[in-house]
């Protein structure tokens, strides 16, 4: 209730525990009315001001940080970089809603992939905690621990039917996203649009991840 992860999820774990859309149906009801329950029980007014507050917090993390790896994050530095960070209020708030509106369809695409046919769970789940970083505001570094299955898929998948372009691409997405660390000098603090690239390496390494995940078992992906 207070997390969006692994609150992402929710939708997931309602459609893949019913057996047809009657059961989906009074999963999604009962959890429904046990988060209403909890607004309620705990205070309506208390939630408004938890919204209001958190909302702020988001939004003052997403910008200028470089351990922050998320596609929203991305797009609205990589658009502010553009003005020195310094950009009129209505420009960024154009960039913030840009930034806000391609979490979602990050969020959607990966629960609409969940509708692929013969797709295992295993790497429904994968792809899903994957969007799941990518499609927030904010993800630290340290947020990639939920990564670890879907690593973990991803290295059976490949090992399952290998190839030297799968084992380069798997060394590859290992490589990028361990760029942890702040790539940092004065003369990027000049280049800003370069510096908001570098210090995004992780972020194509969780992208190349899920495009792993989705086409695994097809053999036409390296």
């Known amino acids: 209730m207070v997390k969006l992860f692994p609150l992402a999820l929710l939708p997931w774990f309602i459609w893949r525990g019913g057996r047809d859309g009657r059961q989906r149906l009074q999963l999604a009801a009962v959890t429904g009315a046990l988060m209403a329950g909890l607004v309620i029980v705990t205070g309506t007014g208390v939630w408004g001001q938890f919204i209001e507050h958190s909302r702020q917090v988001l939004a003052s993390n997403a910008v200028g940080y470089t351990f922050n790896f998320t596609a929203p994050s991305f797009v609205i530095n990589l658009g502010l970089a553009q003005h020195g960070f310094a950009a009129p209020a209505e420009t960024a708030q154009t960039w913030w809603r840009i930034g806000v509106a391609l979490g979602g369809v990050v969020l ?17 789940f994968g792809w899903l905690s994957v969007a799941m970083l990518v499609g927030g505001l904010t993800a630290w570094g340290h947020y990639h621990v939920f990564l670890i299955f879907p690593a973990a898929t991803v290295v059976a998948v490949i090992v399952a039917r290998p ?20 790539v940092a000098s004065p003369w990027l603090d000049q280049h800003l649009t370069l510096k908001v690239l570098l210090n995004y390496l992780p972020l194509l390494g969780q992208l190349l991840m899920a495009g792993l995940l989705l086409c695994g078992r097809n053999r036409t992906c390296a």
Not at 110 to 122: D, M, Q, W, Y
Not at 165 to 176: D, E, K, N, Y
């Open 163 to 182: 190839s030297a372009g799968r084992v380069v691409l798997l060394v590859v997405m290992f490589a990028l996203l361990s760029v942890q660390g702040t």
């Open 108 to 124: 959607l695409l990966g629960h609409a992939a969940c509708r692929l046919k013969s797709t295992p769970v295993e790497r429904e």
